[in-house]
């Protein structure tokens, strides 16, 4: 495991955090897509039910439960504990324009035609559109949170590692898997306008408040 794959994997995680959090303390899920979180935890669900057969390491065993367990009480904060705060007239992205085409493209392109790698493989063409339903509530609502902001760069952060760490693999064990590179580029592609307003509104916004008075 290189430090490109750390880094990107700790990035992930405080995005998770970040959510978590923003969630609690405002006592409010408002800005935030149900549906990509939906989406999300049908990604970890898919990918990892490996670990009723498979065990690779601690680090790895964690992070999957970790991923899992935090998705999950997100789905339950967003549905249950904050409900009337969720913002339902605004998150109707229809997720089957994402479900369904995954689902095909994991049949038509995999590595294996078996139960778990078509799982994987689903997963991984999943996860690259997962966050559109969240892109489209802040785009028809025209405005996203600091902490909402912060959330999504480190999402973006965390697939961009990632292809430096596909590179570095590259390079240093020959390894090169198009269904997740290819992925993972179209996913960072889609975070590339949010990159854009993340700069130019949440760090002016930043400066501004440091200007003396």
Known sequence: MNIFRIAADMSHLLAIIILLLKIWKSRSCSGISARSQILFAVVF?????DLFTTYISFYNTAMKIT???????TIYLMFFKFRSTYMRE???FRVE???????LLAVLINHDFTPFELLWTFSIYLEAVAILPQLFLLQSTGSAEVITAHYLFALGSYRGLYILNWIYRYYTEDYFDPIVVVAGIVQTVLYADFFYLYVTRVVQARKAMELPI
């Open 90 to 92: 605004s998150d109707t």
């Open 45 to 49: 669900t898919a990918r990892y039910l």
């Open 67 to 73: 991923f899992l367990v935090a998705t999950y009480a």
């Open 97 to 103: 324009l994402l479900l369904i085409p995954s689902v």
